[in-house]
């Protein structure tokens, strides 16, 4: 069973910076897309970037050249480098999972709140 597990959320002040984790078990992790969408209070589900098994990148127009996503298949872990932080991020970033056309998994979730 595939399980994932978020890490590195908090309390940050507008133009700083967060490395999100992402760490997976149970799975064959190379085969997997990879992403992380993020929920702010009272607004839907959004995608921030995922990347394919081949390294391939996709980013939210909010983000880009801001955030960077990155994957480690021998630790079977994904990353979410954020820079430039704005109020605007202020979500609850969560980690996803996916093999072909099958549900994707998701993780718990971690809090990023932007802030003075």
């Known amino acids: 069973q595939v399980q994932l597990v978020e890490s590195g959320g908090g309390l940050v002040q507008p133009g700083g910076s967060l490395r999100l984790s992402c760490a997976a078990s149970g799975v064959i992790f190379s085969s997997y897309v990879m992403g992380w969408y993020r929920q702010a209070p009272g607004k839907q589900r959004e995608l921030v970037a995922d990347i394919t098994n081949g390294g391939s990148t996709n980013y939210a127009d909010s983000v880009k050249g801001r955030f960077t996503i990155s994957r480690d298949n021998a630790k079977n872990a994904v990353y979410l480098q954020m820079n430039s932080l704005e109020p605007e991020d202020t979500a609850v970033y969560y980690c996803?999972?996916?093999?072909?056309?099958?549900?994707?998994?998701w993780g718990q979730g971690t809090l990023v709140t932007v802030s003075s």
């Open positions: 996803y999972a996916q093999r072909g056309s099958a549900p994707r998994v």
